[in-house]
């Protein structure tokens, strides 16, 4: 099977590169049946941002996904969800995931919790090795893109799989209105 690969950058099998990884990203990818086709890239970390590496490498946002971390309450219970969209395309915070957590009001997770929780870097978190008590919200729209590019949990690199894959990842809901609009 021929590794994901997008101009300017170099496909490395990702499960024989743990060090490009974050630890829980690594651990999710060594028992995840669709690991052989996951590759990882290194990148310069001032490229990590997602439209910095895209114009570097003069490719469409709509080939890369963001993966943002929302969580709301719900009679005291808090309820936190990773949401996976096409970098074109926003997360639909204020409708469709508030309506899918069942919570009355839900925002962005505090990024020094979402690092904590993670143990990923700030600007790679990932929906591979997410806590297991966080549900994964991905956008229908993600499912077409035939190489995706996403974070590894590291601002070193990034995977690239097919987006048909991030949809079949454990604990994934494919919801076709989770994004709204282009950014």
Not at 103 to 121: C, H, I, Q, Y
Request: hydrophobic share 45%; glycine share 8%; with cysteine.
């Amino acid at each position: 099977m021929s590794l994901p690969s997008i101009n300017g950058l170099r496909s490395l099998p990702a499960t024989e590169h743990p060090e490009l990884l974050a630890p829980p990203v690594a651990e999710a990818l060594s028992g995840w049946p669709h690991a052989s086709a996951v590759a990882v890239a290194e990148i310069e970390p001032s490229v990590a941002d997602t439209a910095a590496l895209m114009s570097t490498l003069e490719a469409p946002l709509s080939a890369a996904a963001n993966c943002v971390v929302v969580a709301g309450r719900r009679q005291g219970e808090e309820r936190i969800a990773a949401c996976v969209v096409r970098a074109d395309r926003r997360v639909d915070v204020n409708n469709t995931v508030k309506r899918t957590l069942d919570v009355r009001k839900s925002s962005f997770l505090n990024p020094d919790r979402a690092v904590e929780e993670t143990g990923m870097e700030y600007g790679g978190i990932t929906p591979l090795g997410l806590p297991d008590s966080w549900r994964v919200l991905v956008d229908g729209a993600v499912r077409d893109v035939e190489v995706v590019i996403i974070g590894s949990g590291t601002r070193r690199s990034k995977l690239l799989l097919s987006g048909k894959s991030l949809t079949e990842l454990p604990r994934a809901e494919v919801l076709d209105d989770l994004a709204r609009g282009a950014t």
